[in-house]
């Protein structure tokens, strides 16, 4: 048993273990503490459990919530995506019974001890988690938890059978709060996702993590990026590579790995055989540490996706990469996003691609390659017969019309994507100023107002959107719907702009973002109020930027298209959008 909380399927057994009691005894000494000691006194019986088994993949454990009922009991209440912690009712004045209420459902059952945890701990309930812990996702971050809010967090998760995915990025909850979700992990083998990003958990804290996955193997997705590991720390995380079967996916990413680092993880990627995803992006590995990431690379037998951006593999670093990718045959993304790579340096480069046969992806944005070296690379893929690139990424680099013309080409040959900056000669200033401006500005706002333009709701044009009623919409229905409304932007920007909305990264925009984002308009929308009865410019506020923006942009497409007014209100109409409280669209 771990030591934050007792195995929950006892509750209901004849052999109960009362960890509220446990919890609740005089404080002659810390109930972790106590806690840890009954784990201990239950470790032969583990023992016995796990004695003889075959070395191998280990199997997921059953827990009694899938003995019993053979399936985990997970709710998954649209309403519950509007609470807000404001709006949840938790009395910290009550007063618990002795005896603990018999619950039928287990996920209740789980937010009773969150509630009880919290009183105990003194600290203050966050509704959200208290919601999700009947959902198989939690987002709970940049809330600067103390390790008692991290305890209550983990007391709650231990009998947990519904939550996959837990991201707790950016909270500071330091090596103490890991401690406390790794001895959530040691009972709890569900969570399957876990993100403890930039919360200073530094060696110490990410030892427990790792010791924990390494024993365990349950965990698939890990992101332990910007906790402060240096080089000298990479002999811990050794075995996260070297050791794990079960974990897909491990992020480093914002830490000091430098070169001995990259050492140690290049020695490492020789010994996996079954991690697909791995981030070492700023992770300042240069030199000798590129070399040795680039060497590992060419013996791994598994890895399809590697992201090495922000690092400084420059020449020598390429020239390894070149070997690698010549040995390499799983390799489908390689991201080198400003590694100070020159035309000499993709010379290099393109030795190894020309007998890779696998890479789909190449990132190379923010390098210094020159438009001789983006023409060069072009007419590479085009010649080589062999290649299965479909996507070249040279963000910001600028490029002749030559290479336009090229590219033109190369499209008619074979599916591609590539992304580059501008073209010399060709002024790019007008609509495409005005989009990317557009751009740079809230996506929320941008969206608010085109909808006060065309004379209806955001939140109505979600609902109308939203077929299914899962109170939430992948990329692809928002993409549909805003094309269908008309919405004056090119596709790339509607990409940028979805992908902005998405903040938490996980494909789907939820109703209850949009309605904190509402909020947030409504405070804008008085400061724009404010400043036309004063005498500041418009222009100096959000709302007023984007509605100039946005105003030029459909007068430009109106007048391209006569009929764009009249479709518009007509699509309007047909999905029973127009708010006749709105001005008609302009």
Not at 17 to 38: C, S
Not at 90 to 97: G, H, Q, R, S
Not at 231 to 236: L, T
Request: one cysteine or more.
């Amino acid at each position: 048993m771990s030591s934050i909380a007792a195995d929950f399927e006892t509750m209901s057994g004849k052999n109960k273990f009362d960890i509220w009691n446990l919890i609740k005894r005089a404080n002659t000494t810390d109930p972790y503490i106590l806690m840890a000691k009954h784990r201990m006194n239950k470790s032969v019986q583990r023992r016995a459990r796990t004695a003889g088994r075959v070395i191998g993949r280990r199997k997921r454990r059953t827990s009694t919530a899938d003995s019993v009922q053979h399936e985990s009991t997970r709710s998954h209440t649209s309403t519950e995506m509007y609470d807000d912690e404001e709006e949840f009712d938790f009395d910290e004045k009550t007063t618990l019974p002795e005896e603990e209420a018999h619950h039928d459902n287990p996920l209740e059952h789980c937010q009773e001890m969150y509630s009880r945890a919290c009183r105990q701990y003194n600290v203050h309930p966050v509704a959200y988690f208290y919601n999700a812990l009947r959902n198989d996702k939690c987002v709970l971050r940049h809330r600067q938890m103390t390790s008692d809010s991290v305890k209550a967090l983990a007391v709650a998760l231990v009998g947990n059978s519904s939550l996959e995915t837990l991201d707790l990025g950016d909270n500071d909850m330091g090596p103490k709060g890991a401690e406390y979700i790794a001895d959530m992990l040691r009972e709890n083998n569900f969570v399957k996702h876990i993100n403890m990003e930039f919360n200073n958990l530094g060696i110490h804290g990410v030892k427990h993590l790792v010791d924990l996955i390494k024993q365990q193997d349950s965990v698939t997705s890990l992101n332990i990026s910007g906790n402060g590991l240096r080089e000298c720390d990479a002999e811990v995380i050794r075995p996260l590579i070297e050791d794990t079967l079960n974990l897909k996916h491990l992020s480093l990413a914002h830490n000091q790995l430098r070169e001995a680092g990259g050492e140690v993880i290049g020695e490492a990627l020789v010994w996996n055989d079954t991690m697909e995803t791995l981030d070492l992006s700023w992770n300042h590995l240069r030199r000798d540490g590129a070399v040795f990431v680039a060497d590992g690379l060419a013996e791994n037998t598994c890895l399809k996706k590697l992201n090495l951006a922000w690092n400084g593999f420059y020449l020598d670093g390429c020239k390894a990469l070149a070997r690698a990718l010549e040995e390499n045959k799983t390799l489908i993304e390689l991201d080198l996003t400003c590694n100070r790579i020159s035309k000499e340096c993709l010379e290099k480069l393109t030795g190894g691609l020309r007998k890779n046969s696998t890479l789909e992806i190449l990132r190379l944005g923010w390098n210094p390659i020159t438009p001789a070296g983006a023409m060069m690379l072009l007419q590479f893929i085009k010649d080589t017969k062999n290649l299965a690139i479909k996507e070249l990424d040279l963000t910001d680099q600028l490029v002749e019309p030559a290479f336009i013309a090229l590219l033109g080409e190369l499209e008619v040959m074979r599916e591609i994507k590539v992304v580059y900056g501008q073209v010399l000669g060709q002024d790019k200033r007008g609509d495409d100023d005005d989009e990317k401006q557009l751009m740079d500005e809230n996506p929320i706002i941008v969206l608010m107002e085109f909808g006060k333009l065309m004379g209806f709701r955001l939140m109505d044009l979600f609902a109308a959107l939203d077929k299914d009623g899962s109170k939430s919409l992948d990329h692809e229905e928002i993409r549909n719907g805003l094309r269908m409304v008309n919405i004056p932007l090119s596709d790339k920007c509607i990409e940028m702009l979805i992908n902005k909305l998405d903040v938490d990264g996980d494909g789907e925009i939820d109703f209850g973002e949009l309605m904190a984002a509402q909020t947030e308009h409504r405070k804008k929308m008085s400061k724009f109020y404010a400043a036309q009865e004063g005498d500041v410019d418009i222009e100096d506020t959000e709302i007023g930027r984007v509605r100039i923006k946005l105003s030029r942009l459909m007068a430009k497409k109106m007048s391209g298209n006569p009929a764009f007014k009249r479709q518009s209100k007509l699509l309007l109409e047909q999905m029973g959008l127009l708010d006749p409280s709105l001005p008609p669209p302009t």
